[in-house]
Structure formats: structure tokens, C-alpha cells
């Protein structure tokens, strides 16, 4: 969690008061500060990139908005996308075909022609997969996702590499995958794992690696050399305060060394997603009603779980303050609900806060990665904007939905039209 400066109380974001972007724009609303995404960009590059050639596949599922791709465009990332929707986002926003990896789950055959079509390298998650992958084009060159058996993450509905998983090649099956390829006509470029999401520790990432260069140096056996190897994405943040960092110049040093000491491939490529965007933005959202039932007291404010859905969805911590009351002593601990009809709809439960009124910008940290790009129209309600700052300038990136959107794509039969 980073901490953030104030001016007469009012905290500041990517050198814009709160209380300003909030007047301006309206609540609820993404901030995303420009100058830190670039940062995170170059931080997790040059962990790796300094030992060996690295690529970093911004796992784009993370946030896809337009503005945030073509930043990370400009900064030399490439991409890993996993549906239609996000490969042609990533060619809207500048991405060339060979700077993305597509690595679908279950995905149909028209899918598979789409991407293949528009020159993006898929990463085949299955048997079955590569079969249907073979009668669709001849000759392409792809990777292959193996399922580990090391797992890792927040929460158990983000762990993807154990064994058993719904993800990958499982591990007996490995070879004899990669060998198949080899007979189909394929060329094999790379072999992939993703251990899961939101994982803090450097050890189930270099378990995993441990794997892919046993894997990789018994595919050399067969006759198959691999040119790179993809550790996927995965790296853990802070999201309270005080809580430790993943050192992740230590990851890439220790993920490189093991590469080049282990192994003959020259080239690693890194899929992060929450570790390049998460604290690069923060929810805005407005105090509208206090209550105190005696029992416990709530915050109401205008983002429910239609906005943010991870606190309900993964019990997940977001740190939340008062934007303009930033730094005054809190007098007691509320939770933090939306408007959604639900009991599970909070953002954040039994915080101390100052005296919490109607009006106040509440502030809800570490809210990139997985924020907007998992909002929805639940209850009827559009999704809300976003800003991007930048020095002391904040711009409109995505306006919120104006309400016929939510009827745009439905018909009423005309028997039901009296
Ligand atoms: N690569 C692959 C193949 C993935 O499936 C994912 C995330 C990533 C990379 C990026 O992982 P990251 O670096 O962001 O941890 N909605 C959940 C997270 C789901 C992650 C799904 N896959 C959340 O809000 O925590």
C-alpha cells in the first residue's frame, strides 16, 4: 500500500486534490495515476531484463482500458490476452500481433481462428485443444500451458497450477503433448505456466520453475528446442498497510539465474498483471448516508459491488480512507457498503474512520488491478467513469454509460407490444 500526500486535509492523487477529481468527474470513478503505471512498467522489466532477455506480457484482463494499453504500448510491453475481446482492445490500442500471447481456457474453434487469424500466438491449453488448433491452420508456430502442480494465490479461486487444475496440460501429459505438436506440423516455440493470482512468496514461483526446466530439458531430449520460457504472471501486492512487499528484483534474479543455469533457452517472459496496475489507481466514492444501528455502524456510499467487486466476491482487503479528512484521528470503525440489494455488498468492513459524513470522498486504495474490469451492470446501475492523472492533470479516459446502453442490445418481441 503506498502512502499519499495531502494539502489542508484533502488527500492528493497523481498531484490532483481528491475532492477535485471527484467534483469534476463525478462518483464513483477510477483514478489511475500514469506516472506510476509507467514505474511499475519499468520495475518489473528491469528485474528480469537486467539478467537475460525478458519479455513482460502485461496480463491485460487486469484493467483493458484503452488509455492503460496504449501507455503500456508506449513503455514496450507486450501482452497476454485471453479472449477475442481483449486481443482486438490490445491491436485498437497499438499492440502489433507479435507482442501478444493468447492463452484461452475452453475456448471454441471460432475463437481459436479469430486470433490465429489476426497473427496471435496461442497457447494451447489442452490435448484437445491442439487437435482442434490442427484442422484450423497448419504450421503455426505456439506454446504450450502445462499445469505445474505447484499453486499459489489469494485466494483459493485464483489458484491455477495445482494439480487437478481446469488449466493446462497436466504435467504425465506433457511430452507426449509437446511430441503430438511436433506431428501436427507445429512449431514449438515455448512452454508456459501460471501458478495463480496475488501469491506473496518467491517460493512456489521457482517450484514452478523447477518444473518447466525439468520439462524443458526432456522435451531438448525428444528433439524439441524451446525458445522461451513463460513463468506467468502471479506477483503478489500489498494491499495493507504495512504489510511486506515481494521483492521482485529478487524474483528475476533467481527465475533468470535458474533459466540460465538449467537450461539452453535465451529468452523468459513474465505475465503480470496486478503487480503493474494495482496501486496505480484508487475508487472514488461519495459518502450518501450514515447509519448507526446500534449494533454496528455503516458508511453508504454510491460503489457497491457492481463497482468493485472483489471485497464480496474474495473477501479481499482494499484500504479505505476519507479524502478529505485525510489524516484526522477516526472516532470509530464502520463498514463501508454500496448500493446493491445485497448483504455481501461491501467494500470494506469494521474500519476506523473520522466521523464519516454525508458528502465525504471516500477513497478506496489498490483498486487497478481487477477494479473496472470486473464491474458490471448489476442492478441496473451503468459503469462509471475513469480518470487518468498525470502531474497535477487529470483527463477523462472512459465516460460512464449513459442508461440506454442497458437496453441498446435487447428486443421486445412485437406480440409483447400492445
Ligand atoms: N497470466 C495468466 C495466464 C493469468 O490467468 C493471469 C491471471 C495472469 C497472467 C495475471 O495474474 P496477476 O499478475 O494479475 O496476478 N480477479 C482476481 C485475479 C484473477 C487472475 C486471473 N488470471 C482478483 O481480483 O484478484
Known amino acids: ?76 510491453s507486450g501482452i497476454d490476452a485471453v479472449s477475442i475481446g481483449e486481443v482486438l482492445s490490445c491491436l485498437k490500442a497499438g499492440f502489433t500481433p507479435d507482442r501478444i500471447l493468447y492463452t484461452g481456457v475452453n475456448v471454441s474453434n471460432e475463437e481459436l481462428r479469430a486470433v490465429t487469424d489476426l497473427g496471435v500466438m496461442v497457447n494451447v491449453d489442452s490435448a484437445s485443444e ?7 491452420k497448419k504450421g503455426l508456430p505456439i506454446s504450450m500451458r502445462i499445469t505445474p502442480g505447484v499453486g ?13 487444475s481446469k488449466f493446462g496440460i497436466p504435467l504425465k501429459d506433457a511430452v507426449k503433448t509437446y511430441l503430438r505438436a511436433k506431428e501436427l506440423g507445429f512449431d514449438l516455440k515455448g512452454i508456459h ?19 518447466l526446466i525439468e520439462m524443458t530439458n526432456l522435451l531438448k531430449e525428444n528433439g524439441i528446442d524451446l525458445e522461451f520460457i513463460d513463468i506467468g504472471g502471479g506477483i503478489g501486492v500489498p494491499y495493507r498497510p ?22 539452453d533457452v535465451k529468452k523468459i517472459l513474465v505475465e503480470p498483471g496486478r503487480y503493474i496496475i494495482c496501486d496505480t489507481t484508487v475508487l472514488l466514492t461519495r459518502c450518501v448516508d450514515v447509519k448507526d444501528t446500534g449494533v454496528k455502524r455503516y458508511v453508504g456510499v454510491d ?18 480512507a ?19 440489494c445485497e448483504t455481501g455488498d461491501h467494500l470494506a468492513q469494521d ?33 462509471c467513469r475513469e480518470v487518468l492523472v498525470n502531474n497535477g492533470k487529470a483527463e477523462l479516459i472512459r465516460d460512464s454509460e449513459p442508461i440506454e446502453d442497458l437496453w441498446r442490445h435487447q428486443r421486445i418481441p412485437a406480440r409483447l407490444i400492445g
Open 1 to 76: 500500500m503506498r502512502d499519499y500526500d495531502s494539502r489542508d486535509g484533502v488527500m492528493i492523487f497523481g498531484g490532483v486534490p481528491v475532492t477535485e477529481i471527484a467534483d469534476e468527474f463525478g462518483t464513483p470513478v477510477y483514478v489511475t495515476d500514469e506516472v506510476r503505471l509507467r514505474e511499475n512498467y519499468r520495475n518489473v522489466h528491469g528485474a528480469f531484463s537486467k539478467h537475460m532477455d525478458a519479455g513482460i506480457r502485461y496480463a491485460c484482463k487486469a484493467n483493458t482500458s484503452l488509455a492503460v494499453l496504449k501507455i503500456l504500448e508506449s513503455e514496450g
Open 130 to 136: 491442439l487437435e482442434r488448433l490442427a484442422k484450423i
Open 152 to 164: 499459489s494465490g489469494h485466494s483459493g479461486k485464483v489458484i491455477t497450477g495445482s494439480k487437478g
Open 193 to 211: 505456466v501460471h501458478i495463480g493470482s496475488g501469491g506473496q512468496t518467491v517460493e512456489p514461483f521457482m517450484e514452478a520453475m523447477d518444473v
Open 242 to 263: 504495512n504489510e511486506p512487499e515481494m521483492d521482485v528484483n529478487e524474483l528475476g534474479m533467481n527465475l533468470t539465474d535458474m533459466i540460465l543455469e538449467g537450461t
Open 303 to 320: 460503489a457497491g459491488f457492481n463497482t468493485l467487486i472483489r471485497p464480496a466476491f474474495y473477501n479481499s482487503y482494499h484500504h479505505a
Open 322 to 340: 476519507i479524502g478529505n479528512k485525510f489524516g484526522r484521528a477516526c472516532t470509530a470503525k464502520y463498514d463501508i457498503v454500496g448500493p446493491i
Open 351 to 383: 474500519r476506523a474512520l473520522p466521523d464519516p459524513e454525508e458528502g465525504d470522498v471516500v477513497v478506496i486504495y489498490d483498486a487497478g488491478a481487477y477494479g473496472f474490469s470486473m464491474s458490471s451492470n448489476y442492478n441496473s446501475r451503468p459503469l
